[in-house]
């Protein structure tokens, strides 16, 4: 068997099993375990769902957890289209009503950040609180990215790279863990906590030309996820952004704009992927706001 398969690494997290199920066009893989009320958990880019291990156990001690790899993301689909954040938050919808929930709890990290939000956004009868981790929803303000260094040697260019078609699953195909290698050892203070054989796990996830055309189609839909969030209104659901210092600074000036009822926490000593870098952190934030 596969050591880096969904089947293999569901057996080093006792209490969680794998599932599968087709929900509007898209056959989704979502991991459930624990007890309580409903909370969804969505990663992001360069991951899956495996990027939520260290707090899985932790979470499921008060909260039945649907760990979700979106479409284009593991081993969910991979359709040719329907990757903006409103119709991929109608994915999620399609699943919770699958499974029989009325209301969730949300959490997302990066571009399931974006998710996630979208969700809260679309579906706020269907909401009861929402977390964000360090990522905000695509708006105009991305078009003010730097995409050259300007004295700061980590620029996400990669936002850019991802928006060009075709040419990223040529170069990339096989070799995907060269990308995100410099992602994570960019975006970690300690570069070693995502370990060789978790790398190994999100390289398996992305290293053929359908991953890579499929997640890039994620930041290909930004120019339609800017245009939808400019219709929403402001959520009043209870929200809380989390993340590194420099993710909080950008968490707090985005929540100020499209939220009515927010906190906003900062993880010392943390990099991108907070919920890897500072598991008890993020998860001892994320169990007391939703207490």
Known sequence: MNLYSDESLIKQLPGFKNNYTTVNGVNLHYVTGGHGKPLVLIPGWPQTWWSY?????ILAEKYSLIVIDLRGMGSSGKPLDGYTKKNMAKDIQSLIAHLGHKK??????????AVAFSYAANFAENTDKLIVLDTPHPDENIYKLPMMP??????PWWLAFNQVKLLPEELLEGRYDLLQNYIFDQLLINSEI?????????AEAYNNKEAIRSSNGWYQAFTEDIKDIKKYEKISIPAIGIGSPEGAKMLSFFFSHYLDNFTIEEIENSGHFIHEEQPAATASLIMNFLN
Do not use: E, S, T
């Not at 709890?105 to 399931?112: L, R, V």
């Not at 300007?150 to 620029?155: D, E, M, Q, R, S």
């Open 104 to 113: 969730i709890n949300i959490a997302g990290h990066d571009i399931g950040a």
């Open 150 to 155: 300007i004295g700061n040697p980590v620029f």
């Open 53 to 57: 291990r260290k707090i899985m156990p």
């Open 194 to 202: 995502i370990n060789d054989f978790d790398r190994k796990v999100y």
